[in-house]
């Protein structure tokens, strides 16, 4: 599994636009077989800042599949607005340390 991190920091639309850009691109996420889960979170200190997570079945899944089957022009129409607000996106590999209750 990949988790791939988005963060926004957003100077040109506010935090609402691109939670509802999200609530409409979630669609095109769940069709997705290479898509294990998704969510959006919104920084309390700072309003402007934004995390997206996504969990891939791999970065190859992401790239290869996604990017070039029939679910990523709806998702990409969806938030192409913000695009340009994207201040990093990386794939990661879990470690194996986690928790939660």
């Known amino acids: 599994m990949t988790i791939e991190y988005i963060r926004y920091e957003l100077n040109k639309h506010r ?3 691109l939670i509802a ?10 069709a997705s077989p290479e898509c294990l889960g998704f969510d959006l979170a919104a920084c309390e200190e700072a ?9 891939w079945s791999s970065t190859s899944d992401h790239l290869q ?9 709806p998702f990409l ?7 340009g607000e994207i201040a990093e996106m990386r794939h990661y590999a879990a470690t194996g340390v986690e928790w939660s209750r």
């Not at 129409?77 to 695009?83: H, K, L, S, T």
């Open 15 to 17: 935090g609402e636009e």
């Open 21 to 30: 850009a999200y609530a409409k691109a979630a669609d095109a996420l769940k």
């Open 47 to 55: 309003a402007n800042s934004f995390i997206l997570r996504i969990r």
């Open 65 to 73: 599949k996604f990017r070039k089957g029939p679910n990523f022009p």
């Open 77 to 83: 129409a969806a938030i192409q607005p913000f695009i």
